[in-house]
């Protein structure tokens, strides 16, 4: 049961007050903010678990079912889309190429196709308990959008700062749940409209709004403990590395901390080890240097928007040290590219290219000797290609056209794409 109490991850400090949205104001610097967490008193302790009682303990994947691990006073009927409840799929061809026993944990088939519908799911129904006016988002897509259709199923005003001129594709799709969009013209301003409208408003934030970076409303980061205990249920035995693409980390922190609950519930006597992938790197940096200040790093242009940042949060680096983890950054384009297409054309898995890089930071980890040969692996794959398609069109060729008669179909297929009828 949620004890109402939440801890910082830093200096420990333990706070009554569910409005701590900045960071914990007790270890923060100028250079450095953690964020806190809630606690539990976790409602089973059981010696030897298993899965069986595990599910028999939580027999459904879905809000209701998990109440008692997610932070909640009242007893409210949650508002839901169908969140969660996502298939593990074996990637046999890819895990035969690469020598691991590999899968996906598929996000994309959560109501808005992707992973930001678990914290939103959460995040929705703690506005709802604390009488909150609406919810509020800095969000350039995936997060707004997912935000937005919850808030519209619950009748929750949400209002989302946006930039204009993001890719077109997710400006509408942040549209069309009914949100108040709004462009704001640099991200300084739209941070800023965000603070106002929870300080001067009461509105609840999803998104991080300060700097140094915190990361997202720790609240709602919780509902990505469920992919954790979904894992166990799904995974006998649980994998050695799950590889999660990251931007603020909000994700991998939630994962790590609901495989801490099993293990301290006695569940599981191990937590898989938590690989983070970042296109710039500036966590991998602090983590391979054992740093607490993440200083930001320089950028090289990546299409992997939703993942894309100079800075990181402590959390990040929290979730890498709890579970002996690693980090791996990216050095261009073409590695996110083909990771997109070779997941796609061998596996049938269309993701945005932020999930991609997980396959691409696997292939440098594997490269590097850091993952062994015969690993059992999972990569979260955070959201759908279909939201990504101006990434795509960039590298793809175009199609080709052909007259009107077989003779020209044939020659089309074998000119373009070396195929040979017989
Ligand atoms: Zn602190």
Redo the contacts with the bound molecule.
Sequence with gaps: MYTGRSK?L??G?IFEEENIFEG?P??RTDRFV?NITPLYDLPVHVSNGSREKFRELFPKDDLETYRELLPFKEKLPFVDLGVGNTPVTKLPRLGEELGLDLYIKDETRNPTWGHKDRLNAVLVNKAIELHAPGVVYASTGNNGASGAALAAKAGLPCIILTVKGVNPTLEKFMQIYGACVIGAKSTEARWNAEKSLVDNYGWYPATNYVVPIVGSNPWAIDGYKLIAYELYKQMDPLPERIVVPICYGDALFGIMKGFTELREMGFIDRIPQMVSVEDYGPVAKAYNEGADIIEPVEGWGSVASSMSTLWGTYHSLYALRQSNGLAVSLDDNGQIQSAQRELASKEGVYCESASASTLAGLRKLLAQGKIKKGEKVVLLITASGVKDTKVVSSYLEEVPECEDDMASVRKTLEDVYGLHLR
């Design positions: 910082c830093k200096c400090h914990c007790y270890c953690s």
